[in-house]
């Protein structure tokens, strides 16, 4: 069963076998990935996961939670939760999450929702936000899966998002 696993250098071939899925140049949410990243060296991907972890135990709270959707010693995908003082909350809501392409369709991403939830309540959040494009059908039914309401829709530049409230 998939479950969530804080960035470790451990699982960097993992990871880059979920990357390299993925493909140069595409978005992959939930893993804090930069451009900047140099991802293909080991001191590279190290210092790539000494960035996550460090935002994790930023001061105050406007820090973020990183952690890795993995089954079987496979790298699934990533999901990150936003602090309630990060100022990202305000346009990508708190949660931001993806999948491998070989990984979807399998409510992978419920899964591991579900379990960044229990973070965010022991973290003493009330209410989490998230954002997704009113055209991802996939996305819109995991965030309802795990208790999320539409509360408004903005128009943006790439197009119709849906932004949404989970109650812990």
Known sequence: MPHLVRPTVVLRAEWLDAHDEWGEGLHEDGFGLRT??????????????????????????????????VEDGQVLGGIAL???????????????????????????????????LGIARLRGMERVKLCCLMDNT???RTIERCG?????????ALGKIGRFSVSL
């Not at 190290?46 to 930023?58: G, H, I, P, T």
């Not at 909350?89 to 999450?97: A, D, E, I, P, S």
């Not at 999320?148 to 943006?156: C, P, R």
């Open 36 to 69: 900047a990243d140099d991802v293909h060296s080991p001191h590279g991907f190290e210092a790539f996961v000494d960035r996550l972890s460090a935002a994790e135990a930023a001061c105050g709270d406007a820090g973020c939670t990183y952690r890795w959707i």
């Open 82 to 116: 936003r602090h309630s003082s990060n100022p990202a909350v305000t346009t990508l809501g708190h949660v931001g999450y993806g999948l491998r392409p070989s990984a979807r369709g399998r409510r992978v991403a419920a899964l591991a929702l579900q379990q960044m």
């Open 138 to 140: 996939a996305s819109i």
């Open 148 to 156: 999320g309401v539409l509360d408004h829709q903005i128009e943006t």
